[in-house]
């Protein structure tokens, strides 16, 4: 109490007493709260990896590691062009949280483990735990994903993967470059765009002249280089052999030469992005530049397509990964927040956009986790055939819907969400990088075209899975004929006519593809209600919109 001049008391003068604010959300096991993910990672083979799983999802969940993540995207890479004298040193400066990043990632396995130890349930497994790091921090995830994919075009040349391929499946991180007696681990980027042409990587003017041997040397500029401080890098150009053309081929481009010395690799500077912050992309000049043939000359679409597919599976995951986190925010805000007396959570408008934001990821995620099933070590002829459709339909799909998604989740905690100092904000910037990244939409979608009107395998794998529910849900029944009558018509239909359309086919697929997949594996009300607001008559066009009747109070408790 404080008596003023004239006598007036005041009671209480504290004006800064935090209330209805929830609490932090840290130090939870990201793993064992997310029922959905640890229900899916058995029904698809990768049960006996549950105990790494739940280590992880203690580590990526803890204050420390989230305090990582944030100093990860404030402090951003910066480039070291040359050093004190002049010298070039092309390097780039992460801050140490970054390192730390990564470096636990790698520990576990989110990049190579599935190669390295390729038993049932391995790709399953190492998607889980690949899921579990990018949900917290995403931007280390783009040269851990690269790593992964890089070990299927280097596996078929030996000259290559024999000194290289133990690096890659190394469980080691170790940022320096230059490493007296060598480095036991290695990470791998990629520089494929250019200026001129960015998804036509046969407009690329990048040349390689042959020095004899696997050996090229380069020229030319690459427009999008991420993660410039990997240890090695797949490059597309155009090679010659003794004066004649040999076409596009893929080459392994080291940044130290097996002599010692630094190869040529010339990072002219970081592009500011919108977000992917903690993780550098930058442009770079190859001049005298020497690179190793990977497969055969002039077939390096070839040679990098299996990369590529792979990255695409790590852009649903990456994306499904974004979901979660903005779920689990979303969900934890709203079960700490009162407004007109109730919860958040209590408010029925409210705990309907919950639950479809929690629908939308549990699809996504079951999505990714069938995916990386198809990409098993002892995948048979089919699945091979299912994934080369069901890997672009489901990037395509999954990939637009993330920042939509982010976007409603950040509503949901007002303007804290719009803030910086909570991680949606964050995630708003990320989610569109994983539509951009290994093929825009327009580019997906004419590959699902490709694949149906070259590998007739593919289309009928697809059929097939579906099948597989037939008779289940009348409206997703009804929901596939009208799908795979429109594949049949783009199938034969006129190249301009088929591609106007290549986006309804896209998105029919992919719905019946996910919706399929709930029916499988995720509670029958949950599948429902997902089918219902997808696809029924009455579907709306925002979350929230949820079929008449549905709990979504007991949907969201299993988030």
Known sequence: MTTFARGQRVIGAATHYVENQAPWRVDVDEYGLNDALVEGVVSFGGGWADDALHEAGGLVGSGSFQRDAELANVHTPVLQPHDRWGFRLD????????????????????????WADPREGASVARAAMFMLFAQVEPGHACPV????????????????????????????????????????????GMAMTEKQGGSDVRAGTTVGEHLGGHAYQLTGHKWFCS??????????????????????SCLFVPRMLPHGMRNVFRIQRLKDKLGNRSNASSEVEFDGTVGFLLGEPGRGVRTIIEMVQRTRLDCVLGTAAGMRQSVAEAVWHARGRTAFGRLLVDQPAMTSVLADLALEYEAAMLTGLRLAQLFEAGASDRDAALRRLATPVSKYWICKRGPHHA?????????????ESFPLARRYREQPVMAIWEGSGNVIALDVLRALTR?????????DELAITTGQS???????????????????????????????????????????????????????????????DDRGAQYGVLPTGTNAAALLGRH
């Open 227 to 248: 993660a410039p401080m990997s240890d090695a890098f797949l490059v597309l150009a155009h090679t010659r052999s003794s004066g004649k053309d040999e076409g596009l």
């Open 407 to 419: 976007y409603e989740a950040m509503e949901c905690l007002g303007g804290n969400g719009y803030t």
């Open 145 to 188: 994903s690269m790593t992964h994919a890089a070990v299927a075009s280097l596996e078929g040349s030996p000259w290559v993967a024999d000194e290289w391929m133990p690096r890659l499946l190394s469980r080691e991180y170790d940022p320096r470059l230059d490493v007296p007696g060598g480095k036991q681990s290695a990470l791998v």
């Open 455 to 463: 590998d007739a395998d593919s289309a009928a794998a697809f059929a």
């Open 474 to 536: 009348t409206l997703l029944d009804a929901h596939v004929d009208r799908t795979l009558t429109l594949l049949r018509r783009l199938s034969a239909a006129d190249a301009d006519d088929a591609a106007a359309e290549a986006r309804r086919l896209s998105e029919s697929l992919a719905l019946a593809f996910q919706a399929s997949l709930m029916l499988r594996h995720a509670p029958s009300d949950a599948a429902g209600a997902f089918i219902g607001a997808r696809l029924g």
């Open 91 to 114: 390097e780039v400066e992460y801050d140490p949280s970054y390192h730390r990043v990564i470096g636990e990632a790698i520990t576990r396995g989110a990049h190579t483990s599935a």
